[in-house]
């Protein structure tokens, strides 16, 4: 069993650092795509002419070099292993290549692994790769644009109410109640900050996010996974040194503590447990 449960996790780790190597596409020219659809819908509702770009989306153009636009050969592709090779520089113009392309996909496989050990080959460690790859995807691209595209937390949340429906991981209507009571409590916390400051604390992208981790984990997790994410948020800050003056991306925050509780779960209830016992308030 053992040896299964390590040949199976080691599949899982050569899997995420392939998925890894697409997620730095997403990463990178999502927020691009965004950015230009954005631009195309201002001008049109301005009834201006539509510039006609070049066709830019998650396959074309292909891989190139953003200094000297030298295309990637496939050997050059290879996840991790070019990277070692090429040692981190473009293999036309020498330029170093940032290092978070190997972090990803080194990430990715590690995450991957770490699901497929926790959860075995089964539908449920299915549902967490998915899960883990949006959540990884989401993390970056809020750290560098303080954007959390409708175009994966949207869908990210009705796979987390599917999931549910099949695996019955957790009960649906706990499900239901997680992806509302998710966005509620986010919402209302910007609406009451907006009030007392004129200023917005977090962005409706925070408010989706937290939704689809309700829909996956359900409304008891989210207080915990709230205050985890404030843990994070702390010692990140802290780490980076950002200034006060300076917003900070909440979503990364938020999707770390979010794969921490779904990987530690059956821990986090037996905690919980224990402390309300504890406390007076369990039987």
């Not at 509702?45 to 510039?51: G, H, R, S, T, Y």
């Not at 409304?219 to 300076?246: D, T, Y």
Request: charged residues 10%; proline residues 5%.
């Amino acid at each position: 069993m053992l040896t299964d449960t390590l040949f199976f996790s080691a599949v899982a780790l050569i899997l995420g650092f392939a998925v890894g190597s697409f997620l730095n596409v997403v990463i990178y020219r999502l927020p691009i795509m965004m950015e230009r659809n954005w631009q195309t819908e201002a001008r049109m509702a301005l009834q201006l002419p539509v510039e006609n770009s070049t066709r830019f989306n998650l396959c074309v153009p292909p891989s190139a070099c953003p200094h000297c636009q030298h295309k990637i050969r496939w050997w050059q592709n290879i996840p991790l292993l070019s990277y070692l090779l090429l040692r981190g520089r473009c293999a036309a113009c020498a330029v170093p290549i940032s290092p978070r392309y190997f972090c990803v996909e080194l990430l990715t496989g590690l995450a991957f692994a770490a699901v497929v050990w926790r959860y075995d080959v089964t539908p449920v460690a299915a549902g967490s790769i998915i899960l883990t790859a949006a959540l990884i995807a989401l993390t970056f691209i809020d750290a560098d644009t303080q954007l959390l595209p409708d175009q994966i937390t949207l869908p990210l949340l009705w796979l987390g109410l599917l999931f549910n429906w099949y695996c019955e991981f957790i009960p649906l209507s706990a499900a239901v109640w997680g992806a509302a009571l998710g966005y509620l409590s986010l919402w209302s916390l910007f609406w009451l900050f907006k009030l007392l400051t004129g200023k917005d604390g977090m962005g409706y992208g925070d408010f989706k996010l937290l939704a689809a981790l309700g829909a996956w984990m359900g409304a008891s997790a989210l207080p915990l996974i709230v205050f985890m994410a404030a843990i994070v948020g702390i010692i990140a800050s802290v780490i980076l040194k950002v200034a006060r003056s300076q917003p900070m991306a909440f979503g990364p925050a938020l999707a770390i503590a979010g794969w921490i509780v779904w990987m530690a779960n059956s821990q986090i209830n037996q905690l919980i447990h224990w402390w309300l016992r504890l406390s007076g308030f369990g039987a």
